[in-house]
């Protein structure tokens, strides 16, 4: 694997963001071409960004090393920001649904893209055993600290879900997962691999207002975006049953609201 030029990388980059917040969406573009030279990677997401500007083919997902770096720069002051700041209560919301529901409790819990740990620190009274994946090392090893887990694996989610061998999961969460993927058959395909029959899967994602046969596309904030349609269809076709799909505000961003979903749904095996 070829070094990458950093010094190159970062003037390639500031010039590209510069450019974007100018306006002058077809020189950023260029700009960011740039970036994906020097670094074909893509640590710093420059597909997502192009997508967002609406340019280009929208990736089937995040690039890993962009969530992976995004995430290990951001593990310390995660919580803080995502909680405080832009006010993320969908953990809090996953318990509420499933006591509401009378779901639970369960045996063993699968928590991908567990981050700090948030969503395995409000399930923990409800769970046996929690199996947490998360493909940042910084934030696995804060949620290791917590000893909120049994197990702990850094790994990227659909990665981990094709190759697990492990006992299968009564409940499985993905809360601030979707916004990094596009296509969602990997993840659910992945899901209903390693679920027994009858077991939860709760997951949160971003939505796509206008249902205009698109699946999904890159919002202005380089997360991703899903129609109501596509993730019920996907649910249907992987074998789930849709038990609830709640409207609920995900985060605050720029002092607006995120509109998303809340999902639960039942695998029939």
């Given at each position: ?185 990997p993840l659910f395909f992945g899901v209903a691999e390693n679920m027994v029959p009858g077991g939860i899967f709760l997951f949160s994602s971003e ?39 709640t409207e609920i505000n995900v985060r605050m961003q720029d002092g607006q609201p995120s509109p998303g979903h809340l999902v639960i749904a039942k695998?029939?095996?």
């Open positions: 694997m070829k070094k990458i030029d950093e010094e190159a990388l970062a003037e390639a980059y500031d010039r590209a963001l510069a450019l974007e917040k100018s306006g002058d969406v077809d020189a950023a573009v260029a700009a960011y071409h740039e970036v994906l030279e020097i670094d074909p990677e893509d640590h710093g997401g420059a597909a997502v960004r192009i997508a967002a500007l609406g340019r280009g083919e929208t990736p089937p997902k995040a690039p890993d090393a962009y969530v992976e770096t995004l995430f290990d720069q951001h593990a310390e002051s995660f919580e803080d920001i995502l909680v405080e700041q832009l006010g993320y209560a969908v953990p809090v919301m996953v318990r509420q649904r499933l006591q509401d529901l009378k779901l639970g409790p369960f045996k063993r819990m699968l928590d991908l893209g567990c981050g700090t740990g948030l969503t395995g620190g409000t399930m923990r009274d409800m769970v046996d055993d929690i199996t947490g994946i998360d493909i940042s090392e910084n934030m696995v090893e804060i949620a290791h600290e917590k000893d909120l887990y049994e197990t702990l694996y850094v790994a990227e989610v659909e990665d981990f879900l094709e190759d697990n061998d492990d006992e299968a999961f009564d409940l499985i969460t993905a809360t601030d997962v979707l916004p990094y993927l596009g296509a969602l058959e939505t796509l207002a206008a249902d205009d046969g698109r699946s999904y596309i890159v919002g202005p904030h380089q997360r991703f975006l899903h129609s109501e349609t596509y993730i019920r269809s996907r649910l249907t076709e992987t074998g789930f049953e849709l038990l609830e799909i695998y029939k095996g």
